[in-house]
């Protein structure tokens, strides 16, 4: 199995469980892997032969700015879904962080693994 990946896609979103978080616009980031094969793409060089990183990103860039979760889980479900039913997707790892959720952290967040390994 190969691997098409997007790391560090950063989205501002209405997302969070308190009244505050509902006024205001928080950034969430995220890294997807995706499960696929390269090497058809890499025998024709036609980008239609590949999972497209591009088409993925616009996607999820549009779906999480219009989105209004309460939980980051839910926001990562949806992803998922997205990425598996849109994009022919067979497995994909998720991490997906809300940065500014916790001062005294770095980063927080979940990680998921949907769909089978092939
Ligand atoms: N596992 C989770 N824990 C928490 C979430 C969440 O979405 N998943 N959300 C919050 C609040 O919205 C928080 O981000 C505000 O600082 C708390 N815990």
Do not use: C, H
């Amino acid at each position: 199995m190969d691997l098409v990946y997007i790391r560090e896609l950063e989205v501002e979103t209405v997302i969070g469980i308190y009244d505050w978080e509902r006024e205001i616009r928080q950034r969430i980031n995220l890294d997807l892997e995706m499960g696929t094969d390269i090497r058809q793409a890499a025998n024709t060089e036609d980008v239609d032969n590949t999972l497209n990183y591009k088409s993925v990103s616009d996607r999820l860039i549009e779906f999480i700015e219009q989105s209004e979760f309460l939980l980051i889980e839910t926001m990562a479900e949806q992803i998922a879904e997205i990425v598996l039913n849109e994009f022919s997707v067979k497995w994909l790892r998720l991490r997906l962080g809300k940065p500014g959720a916790v001062p005294q952290a770095a980063d927080v967040g979940v990680i998921i693994e949907r769909g089978e390994r092939f």
